[in-house]
């Protein structure tokens, strides 16, 4: 039986990269069936062993668990996302409660939770390295967060709070979506005033999707901000735009309102029963910032000059409306529109007219070059790896010694079989609890293929897409841990875009884009004028931006600090309080706030955003200041401390280990242009 499914038996294939080739979906059935059950007796084992817990018999026998179960789900994962069928659909939404439940049960296992934490009382007499500390540390957070160790009570109170919680969360993103399938604004041939070919297209396409004849505006932030940035017609603009943002807001069957106050009181309730005074300190204990003061802290710094700047931008684009003989006061409809136009007359940049220098090719080996001076790694391709689809690019990854660190997969076309976005995954981590094991990692994005013979050209945006991704990819590719848990990726959330983000920063280096952003054509660099402004344009517009996602953070952060809300009184409360440019309305006004209502994936999370943006400036800064981004000295510390440490220490050690200090948030200021560049 096991031998007929590849998934269940020996991977033969070079690097024992699973046999992608061969496995079809009717395979994943059985196998999770069986990875299920073997890790099930595995927990049983650990946690019905009369030996005296120690970290051997508890930690790091949970650490050897579900070993075929990481191995069947990392295969399916992969495949889901990036080259699915409803076959593999199917299969999702059948497994997705399963595993929910498979996790859940042992979370909330009291004779495993007991051995666990009779382990971490003792630990200081234990003789633990750090690294065992941190894992077993982690593993106790874990159990402890899931509600381990509750009353049964307070653990049945907790389950029903889930349950709601889960309901409200998928009642308020339809709600949402209800809202923006409901709204349809037509266009008469005079409405696409100003409109370029493009956002035509777009609004043709809308209609069509729609049903309709001609040119519709939707509410998705595709449809509308273009809309916005370019409609001649200022009624229209408003129109449009007071929809969009009373989305969830409408008195209606779809109003979001009372649903927030009841998500914010059920978050409370159970923050208060894990022992944690709100949600906020709840959520935030687990993170590199650990506090809501901390996350306070650095949103008012960035604050005050946002603001200041802000307030600049909004004169300039009232100058351009009265030099027109407009005779109002900007609007929030009108931010965009004027913006569009002073960003056109300061930088004139066409996408078409720099995208002949981004040719696919040329921007990868720009990733592997920067890879190669700053760690000494080298990408060998390799045709003999399985593949799940024959767009897949695979090379060998090998370090400075030639010793293999890895392999990395490069997916980078879109196709209708694969989600949209941009992710890095990977098929198997580094570890080295029982031996050597090195990983298997992709990036996947999607760009759109050149046509038959033509090079794949990217925008800015695509190539920066290529670093970030690639960074995450480093990250797990130059992992040294020995506990898979803390290995690669395996860190906190607000630290885990640090490898990504910075690394976008080489993309943005004369270094970089005088050696590999040639035209496709001639081979000829990019204009030193063209490059400029392109770098130039990064930070018009910032104090808007800023302000607006600022905006947002503090009313995340307002709503978790105890208690049901009122969502009007807290978006009121915090513009007053902050005294919000009218002209600016939140990113996100809080009855469509999807990331922290429809799920509570960035509740009172929104900052991370920012968060990890003043690490990598900083980061980035500490290569600026020796005067050659690629310095040996810095980039080993990076490569010792961040890329190679997964989670083995607290993010904010990992940090200073590297830095010397904690980060600043000069360095994100500057980046913005939210200070001036003397300061
Ligand atoms: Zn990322």
Redesign the pocket.
């Known amino acids: 039986m096991s031998k007929d499914n590849p998934l269940l038996g020996e991977w033969t294939a070079p690097f024992s990269v699973p046999p992608l080739h061969a496995i079809e979906p009717d395979h994943f059935a059985a196998a999770f069936e069986q990875a299920l059950a073997e890790h099930r007796g595995e927990i049983d084992a650990i946690a019905s062993s009369r030996a005296e817990p120690d970290f051997g018999n508890t930690v790091a026998a949970l650490e050897r668990s579900g070993r075929l179960l990481s191995r069947v789900s990392n295969v399916f994962y992969v495949l889901a996302g990036a080259d699915t069928n409803d076959a593999i659909q199917a299969i999702e939404r059948d497994m997705a409660p399963l595993l929910a439940r498979h996790w859940n049960e042992i979370h909330l296992n009291e004779a495993l939770f007991a051995r666990i934490d009779s382990v971490h009382r003792r630990v200081d007499g234990l003789g633990l390295t750090p690294e065992q500390a941190r894992v077993l540390e982690r593993y106790h957070a874990l159990f402890r967060r899931a509600g381990a160790g509750l009353d049964a009570a307070a653990k049945e109170r907790l389950k029903e709070i889930g349950d709601r919680l889960a309901s409200l969360g998928t009642a308020f993103g339809q709600n949402v979506l209800a809202d923006e399938q409901a709204y349809i604004l037509p266009l008469a041939d005079e409405d696409l005033a100003g409109l370029p070919d493009f956002a035509r297209d777009a609004a043709r396409g809308d209609a069509e999707e729609r049903g309709l004849a001609g040119h519709a505006v939707t509410l998705s932030r595709s449809s509308v901000e273009p809309f916005l940035q370019f409609a001649a017609r200022r009624e229209l603009r408003e129109k449009a735009f007071r929809a969009w943002i009373a989305r969830g807001d409408n008195g209606g069957a779809t109003d979001n309102n009372a649903t927030i106050a009841e998500l914010t009181a059920l978050r409370d309730e159970k923050a208060r029963l894990l022992g944690y005074p709100s949600f906020a300190d709840y959520r935030l204990d687990d993170t590199m910032a650990k506090t809501p003061a901390a996350v306070t802290g650095l949103l008012d710094a960035v604050w005050a000059p946002a603001r200041r700047r802000v307030a600049e931008e909004r004169d300039a684009l009232q100058e351009i409306v009265t030099a027109e003989g407009g005779n109002f006061r900007l609007a929030p409809w009108d931010w965009r529109y004027y913006a569009e136009k002073l960003r056109k007359a300061r930088f004139d940049l066409d996408e078409s007219e720099i995208k002949p220098y981004l040719p696919l090719e040329a921007i990868i080996e720009a990733a592997f070059y920067t890879a190669n001076r700053l760690f000494g790694l080298t990408f060998t391709p390799r045709a003999d790896v399985p593949i799940y689809h024959p767009d897949v690019r695979v090379w060998e990854v090998a370090g400075p010694d030639g010793r293999h660190v890895g392999v990395f997969f490069g997916d980078y076309f879109a196709r209708p079989s694969k989600r949209s976005g941009a992710?890095?995954t990977s098929l198997r981590d580094q570890e080295r609890l029982d031996g050597e094991v090195r990983p298997l990692v992709l990036n996947v994005m999607n760009f759109n293929k050149g046509a038959k013979g033509e090079p794949t050209l990217l925008s800015f945006d695509d190539a920066r897409t290529l670093f970030?991704?690639f960074?995450?990819g480093l990250h797990g590719l130059m992992s040294e841990g020995t506990y898979p848990m803390i290995s690669g990726t395996g860190v906190l959330q607000d630290f885990?875009?640090l490898p990504?983000?910075l690394y976008e920063h080489w993309l943005d280096r004369p270094e970089i884009l005088e050696r590999f952003a040639r035209h496709y054509k001639t081979g000829e660099p990019m204009p030193r004028a063209l490059m400029d402004r392109l770098i130039a344009s990064r930070t018009f517009n910032q104090g808007f931006l800023t302000t607006e996602y600022l905006g947002s953070s503090y009313v995340d952060l307002d709503f978790h600090l105890g208690g049901a809300k009122d969502a009007h009184k807290v978006e009121a409360e915090t513009r007053e309080r902050m005294q919000m440019p009218e002209e600016v309305v939140l990113r996100h006004r809080p009855p469509h706030f999807g990331h922290i209502f429809s799920g509570d994936g960035y509740a009172a999370g929104y900052y991370s955003y920012l968060w990890s943006e003043v690490l990598d400036a900083d980061a980035f800064n500490a290569f600026e200041e020796t005067g050659d981004v690629f310095d040996p000295a810095v980039a080993g510390r990076l490569r010792e401390h961040i890329y190679a440490a997964g989670g083995a220490r607290e993010p904010a050690e990992a940090y200073q280990a590297f830095r010397g200090r904690m980060p600043a948030v000069d360095p994100l200021l500057r980046k913005r242009g939210l200070v001036d560049e003397a300061a």
């Open positions: 992710w890095m970030h991704e960074g995450h885990v875009e990504s983000q």
